[in-house]
């Protein structure tokens, strides 16, 4: 008999499921970068975006950088003090929330630092994004943001009507009828808010790696009796503070106790659970729908 050939959905968005097998070459991969390296620094990643954190894995040649599955790599550095595979790795498993990653690296402290500040890529925002200015058009030819300015071309003006704004195509130039306000500070963007921006080639979100704390395996400096497994949190300034927490890498409302540097730390249970790697990564489905976003043709940033 024939087979049918009846068109089939299938989604774009489907991903493979991760085997135990894969689990267990990530375990073993993080178990020997802890043994192998000096440092073990935990970072909240702003703006997420693949290719500069591929881009930053480069960068660090010499050094590794892991980020994924937040529980499987907890239990490769072991989640308490019987099962953690060096000294004080326990407490740090325990700091990985939310949108996290790891860098095993023998540099100094003082060196991650000044490249973790100095190190940011801009990018167009996403739906969900905060406005980090206000964008208000005026009436006329809809300009877009580049040295010098330029017009928008005339196939973009049904998409800008699309988007709720009031156009119109004049004498082939995109054309707005009265005044219109894109964002505000401070807003939350919508996705058509940040389409929009896109059109304009305006550019308002800052790809960074924000150095929470790190566990250092030769001590503390100054103290007499120095120990392998020290934990040290990083100073952050209102700025990264924000940032960190907008990727839910700070104590939330779930809390349990754990003893940490002689004092109880409130830290947030993890309910990630471990059978849901078939499931489509939001971030990455994110990034599918804004690669299909078209640029105005014809321009390159």
């Known amino acids: 008999m024939a087979k049918a050939k009846r068109a089939k959905v299938v989604s774009l968005t489907r991903t493979k499921a991760k085997t135990r097998e894969h689990k267990e070459n990530l375990i073993g991969s993080v178990r020997d970068a802890a043994n192998e390296y000096s440092y073990v620094w935990v970072f909240a990643i702003s703006n997420m975006r693949n290719l500069y954190l591929d881009e930053a894995r480069k960068l660090w040649t010499g050094s590794k950088m892991f980020f994924g599955k937040l529980r499987v790599i907890a239990k490769a550095l072991g989640e308490s003090e019987s099962e953690e595979i060096r000294p004080r790795l326990a407490a740090l498993s325990k700091r990985l929330r939310g949108n996290v990653g790891l860098l095993f690296t023998d540099s100094p402290p003082a060196e991650v630092l000044d490249w973790c500040s100095d190190y940011q890529r801009l990018d167009f925002a996403r739906m969900g994004g905060k406005a980090t200015e ?24 049904p998409q800008l009507r699309k988007l709720n704004m009031p156009t119109q195509l004049k004498n082939g130039i995109p054309t707005l009828l009265q005044d219109f306000t894109v964002c505000k500070k401070g807003e939350i963007l919508t996705a058509e808010k940040a389409q929009i921006l896109k059109h304009l080639l305006i550019q308002m979100a800052h790809f960074r790696l924000i150095p929470l704390v790190y566990w250092s395996a030769i001590g503390a400096s100054g103290e007499e009796n120095q120990k392998e497994g020290v934990i040290v949190d990083v100073p952050l300034s209102d700025s990264d503070l924000e940032l960190a927490k907008n990727a839910g890498a700070l104590l939330g409302t779930k809390k349990s106790r754990v003893q940490e540097h002689g004092r109880d730390e409130e830290m947030v249970d993890d309910d990630e659970d471990d059978d849901d790697d078939d499931e489509p990564d939001e971030i990455n489905m994110i990034e599918e729908r804004d690669s299909a976003m078209m640029l105005p043709e014809g321009l390159q940033l």
């Open 134 to 157: 206000t964008v208000k058009l005026e009436a006329g030819p809809v300009m877009i943001y580049t040295e010098p300015r330029e017009t928008l071309p005339h196939n973009i003006e």
